[in-house]
């Protein structure tokens, strides 16, 4: 379980993240929503120990992570962030390899070979393993990414905006692949996600921030409600349900 | 493979480049001639091997192809303490002329220099390293208008001896220094080798990095400090020559085709032992001495910057 105690963090006098505190459960995928600029990366990324809280607590099951050795961290949290530059020229299988880093620190044992192959057929890049990252598609590098994260083989698996600028075929086949995951393989996934229909069809609990606060919390189906997400994006929107699937109308 | 084989001719063809220069026209004198030359090889392979290296590890902790650890102002603050010194105590000196003394107020002031620029910029957390390169870049600019300032003062005569020390020059290297160099490189050199598995991972970017489990901060603070060391050292020894490091990192990177730093660094070491021992013999046997080293590194390695610039541009 990933627990977030009354943890805060200011750039400069912006507080970007106020006084936050929320339990993930294991074993499901959460999303975290919000406007632009409601703290959701930050909180994420603190999580993830990429940058660090001013004040607070975050344990990863009952441990500090401010306290723990980095290399057995990333054995069992991951993150991707949402862009991705790489400046080495890296074909996917390579790009998969790092993955292992945390176990093999570069020396690749059968067993390490074992997941990479693993993780590419996961994401079904066999095919195209070979490639360099600069000649795939947008929704293929995601999917290398991801690859790699499933490579890395951790507990935690954090997500900031997967969906970033791919289309709504590789959207879908992300989650998907994320629900899969969850499902299969008894992953916990954290998102940040900006589609709130995404969120409604494919998350098991939403958290959702607004200004640095959580505003609400609670399973998926509480969340998607018309009242509620009033009160995060200041807008209408209105909730239908289309093949048990409820579906938010934004648009207009 | 395929990159063993490469490197292997580099390291060949490093060998028998040292094997023409140490052999050529000898003569009769071989007693006289090939202790020198020896020497003035060995101090070319340390050197070489130091700047090489430090540039790969600069450029991997920067991800970033066209800078060299020259950026954070070592080389002007070498320069810098040259002329203070002789524009204080005049050559003459005793302090001026003992090369140990020199050596060693030098190369204590650069790291020294390093150890607070570092200890200032880590002190508040989260710092971005290219904060630390404008900081470098500022401050190497202070030390470059110092210097000058000094160096229009001083008497002409005096400004020779300063004019002398801007330029790498192999051809009066101290035995004393060189194996002082030799002991301190080897050292830091066996203390790093434990960082070395990282350095992959370091090109990914501090994200991934410590995503992957890397300690980025202190892994990266070890870096920088074995990088000011090893360029230090080397200024010292035979002048400020770092631009010879963005030259043979750029072409290892080409020939070789891979992010691994095993073969990088060998192959950037190689390249440079190649690039300075040829050089050297052009300097000697075709210019007869009448222009130095550092002059012909910096003009092809000028070229080949702009190349890299036009190409860089042309793949936007």
Excluded at chain 1, 47 to 54: A, C, E, G, H
Excluded at chain 1, 127 to 154: C, E, H, P
Excluded at chain 2, 97 to 103: G, W
Excluded at chain 2, 222 to 244: H, K, M, N, Q, Y
């Amino acid at each position: 379980m990933v627990e977030v105690r009354e943890v805060s963090k200011q750039y400069g006098n912006k507080s970007v993240v106020d006084n936050v505190s929320v339990k993930i459960e294991k074993g499901k995928i959460t999303s975290f929503i919000g406007p632009n600029g409601a703290g959701k990366s930050t909180l994420l990324s603190m999580v993830s120990r990429l940058i660090t809280k001013d004040t607070g607590e975050i344990l990863i099951d009952n441990e500090e992570v401010g306290q723990c050795k980095s290399n057995d961290l990333a054995k069992k949290i991951s993150i991707l962030k949402q862009s991705n530059h790489i400046n080495i020229r890296l074909t996917i299988k390579e790009l998969v390899c790092f993955g292992r880093f945390p176990y093999s620190q570069g020396n690749l044992s059968e067993e390490d070979w074992k997941h990479v192959n693993e993780a590419i057929t996961y994401m079904e890049l066999e095919d195209i393993q070979d490639k360099y990252l600069d000649q795939l598609s947008g929704g293929q590098r995601q999917r290398a990414y991801i690859a790699m994260v499933i490579a890395q083989n951790t507990e935690y698996i954090l997500l900031d905006e997967p969906l970033n600028n791919l289309d709504m075929k590789h959207s879908v086949q992300i989650m998907k692949v994320l629900r899969r995951l969850v499902d299969e393989l008894g992953k916990t996934i954290i998102i940040v996600i900006h589609d709130i229909n995404f969120a409604s069809c494919y998350s098991d609990y939403i958290v959702a921030l607004k200004d640095g606060k959580v505003v609400k919390e609670g399973p998926t189906d509480e969340i998607i409600n018309s009242s509620i997400l009033k009160d995060i994006y200041d807008m209408d929107i209105k909730i239908e349900n289309i093949n048990e699937n409820k579906i938010c109308v934004y648009f207009s | 493979m395929k990159h063993n084989a490469k490197i292997g001719a580099l390291a060949a063809f490093s060998v028998l480049l040292i094997a023409i220069f140490l052999f050529i026209k000898v003569g009769n004198n071989w007693d006289y001639v090939l202790p020198r030359r020896g020497l003035k090889v060995l101090a070319i392979v340390i050197t070489g091997s130091a700047i090489a290296f430090s540039t790969v590890v600069f450029q991997t902790i920067t991800n970033n192809r066209i800078l060299t650890p020259s950026i954070m102002g070592l080389d002007s603050l070498y320069m810098l303490i040259q002329t203070f010194v002789i524009f204080i105590f005049g050559s003459t000196n005793l302090t001026v002329a003992n090369k140990n003394i020199n050596f060693v107020i030098c190369v204590g002031l650069m790291v020294l220099f390093s150890g607070v620029l570092y200890k200032v910029l880590f002190k508040r957390e989260g710092q971005n390293i290219y904060f630390l390169l404008l900081m470098g870049l500022i401050l190497g600019t202070l030390f470059q208008s110092l210097s000058t300032f000094m160096q229009v003062l001083i008497d002409p005569n005096e400004f020779q001896i300063v004019q002398d020390k801007m330029f790498a020059s192999f051809n009066n290297v101290n035995t004393d220094l060189l194996l002082i160099a030799i002991i301190a490189i080897l050292g830091i050199a066996i203390y790093f080798s434990r960082f070395i598995k990282y350095l992959d991972v370091l090109s990914l970017g501090r994200d991934q990095a410590i995503n992957l489990g890397v300690d980025y901060d202190y892994v990266v603070k070890r870096l920088l400090i074995v990088i000011a060391i090893f360029v230090s050292i080397s200024t010292a020894l035979v002048g400020p020559i770092t631009f010879l490091g963005l030259l043979v990192v750029n072409v290892a990177h080409e020939f070789l085709k891979t992010y691994q730093h095993k073969y990088l660094i060998f192959g950037s070491v190689f390249i440079s032992i190649i690039a300075l021992v040829g050089g050297q013999l052009i300097v000697e046997r075709v210019f007869t001495f009448s222009t130095t080293l550092s002059v012909i590194i910096n003009f092809i390695g000028g070229v080949y910057f702009i190349y890299l610039l036009l190409r860089e541009r042309k793949s936007w």
